[in-house]
């Protein structure tokens, strides 16, 4: 759930490119408010402000738009740059605290598989969980528990089940999550260490 | 082997020029930590195969696994040696995969930071363009 504090939202009146630009240029950040059946809002942040939204993996913030009462968003959209290091647009989506939405959580392993310790290699393919539930109950990540894998064992979207109440996973079940595969074996290790000496 | 698409539509492209940053390909996707270059720039196909090489060798010691982000599609022609300029463009020499500036190389996954910094440093040296190690965005 989310940690920040409420966001205040200047509004802004040129939009586009070329205006979006010049505002990035004096450090803020173009932001969108839509849903809800009200009016979509323009408006701007602090860059500051902007990219501590992105890094904390907020899911719903609470915004206050010049005009109008504080409201309950979801982050909808995050741009970046090119090299990930300044956020370039923000899109809130408005929700009601009391609907229930769609939502991408990251995935967190915890502890250390016994099947790693023993030479196995940790495979993690699922790294977000696709889930629905309360907006206001969105978790910031969900946590899975890997202490009990050895190798050749497999965690699928299934076996996840520290969940919060009321949460449904619409990932599907069988999907797998993580898996400890057995290291490669000499023979594949030899046929590598030969390829460079033929180039 | 190196690697070589397995059939093309026309065998020999011209050069072009590499503009702008990456807009695709310039994220973590499959790993934990990426390599990421600052340069444009072409990679030959052996360079890759060179990187490769570099990587698996460390990686295998730490447990872990490599990704390949790009592929070599560019054909690059060239003259054979001695021979007088023009009676046409050269064959196909080698073939390069186009870089931008954001362009994700390598990934590795289910390794430490330690380890993917080392392996990383060692592909590094190999490439012929600036690079620097990224981690998976927050919230991905």
Redesign the interface.
């Known amino acids: 759930m989310s940690t920040l504090d409420v966001i205040a939202i200047q509004p802004r009146t040129n939009i586009g490119t070329t205006a979006s630009r010049r505002l990035r240029r004096d450090g803020l950040v173009p932001v969108n408010v839509y849903g809800h059946g009200e009016k979509e809002a323009f408006g701007t942040v602090g860059a500051d402000v902007a990219s501590a939204i ?4 907020a899911k719903v913030v609470d915004l206050k738009l010049e005009g109008s009462d504080e409201q309950k968003a979801i982050v909808r959209e ?1 741009q ?1 740059d ?3 290091t300044h956020v370039l647009h923000l899109d809130f989506m408005r929700v009601d605290a009391t609907q229930r939405v769609t939502a991408h959580v ?1 995935i967190h392993l915890r502890g250390t598989a016994p099947g ?1 310790i023993a ?6 393919h699922l ?2 969980l696709t889930i629905e539930c309360l907006a206001v109950q969105i978790p910031t990540e969900i946590n899975v528990r890997i202490t009990s894998l050895k190798i050749g064992d497999s965690l699928h979207v299934s076996d996840i089940a520290d969940l919060p109440p009321g949460t449904t996973v619409l990932s599907p079940a069988d999907e797998v999550v993580v898996q400890i595969v057995e ?2 074996g000499e023979a594949d ?1 030899t046929e ?2 030969a ?2 000496a033929g ?1 | 082997m190196a690697l070589m698409p397995k059939r093309v539509k026309h065998r020999k492209s011209q050069r072009g020029r590499i503009r702008g ?3 695709r390909g ?2 973590v996707v499959f790993g ?1 930590f990426g390599l ?1 270059s600052v340069d444009a720039g072409h990679v030959s196909a ?1 360079t890759i ?2 990187c490769r ?1 570099a990587a ?2 460390y990686i ?1 010691g730490v ?3 490599l990704y390949i982000r790009i592929f070599p599609d560019k054909s690059v022609t060239a003259r054979p040696l001695e021979t007088r300029m023009g009676k046409g463009k050269g064959e196909p020499d080698h073939w390069v995969a186009v870089v931008r ?2 362009t994700v190389l390598f990934e590795v ?2 390794a430490s930071l330690d380890a993917a910094r080392d392996c990383f440093n060692r592909v590094s040296h190999k490439l012929p363009i600036r690079v620097r190690m ?1 981690e ?5």
């Open positions: 992105a890094r904390s993996g995050v970046w090119t090299f990930g990251p790693v030479g196995g290699r940790l495979d993690h790294h977000s290291p490669k290790a590598e260490a390829e460079p180039e | 940053n990456a807009t310039n994220t934990e990421q052996t195969e060179a090489i698996n060798q295998r447990g872990g696994k500036p954001g996954a289910g990224v998976r965005r927050p919230g991905t």
